[in-house]
């Protein structure tokens, strides 16, 4: 049995009757997340250098935190279903590493 979450076929464009971008089915939760957070990155990046034109400077910002935003939604979502590496007694005692 299989354990682990994995997507599903979902269209996320759809123009008249036909699907036209869907998400694939069948791939582990953990690496569609790890896509939507290097997609998302790389939107951030670009928007940070958009914010720095003043003429877009207040559009841009809000794209920004709104990708900011988005992208703090999907890295939550990925340490919710990624493969947890054990924790170190140290750390998780809240001591100091020696």
């Known amino acids: 049995m299989n354990?682990?979450?994995e997507t599903v076929d979902h269209p996320f464009s759809v123009h008249g009757r036909h699907d036209v971008l869907q998400a694939a089915g069948g791939?582990?939760?953990h690496e569609s997340l790890d896509a939507a957070i290097d997609r998302l990155q790389v939107a951030i990046g670009g928007?940070?250098?958009?914010i720095q034109v003043s003429s877009v400077s207040i559009q841009a910002s809000l794209v920004f935190f709104a990708a900011e935003s988005a992208l703090a939604l999907v890295i939550?979502?990925?340490?919710g279903v990624?493969?947890?590496e054990p924790t170190s007694p140290v750390?998780?005692?809240g001591g100091a590493a020696c």
């Open 27 to 29: 791939i582990p939760v």
């Open 3 to 5: 354990t682990t979450p």
């Open 47 to 50: 928007v940070r250098e958009l």
């Open 76 to 79: 939550a979502a990925h340490a």
């Open 91 to 93: 750390r998780g005692a």
């Open 82 to 84: 990624a493969p947890q």
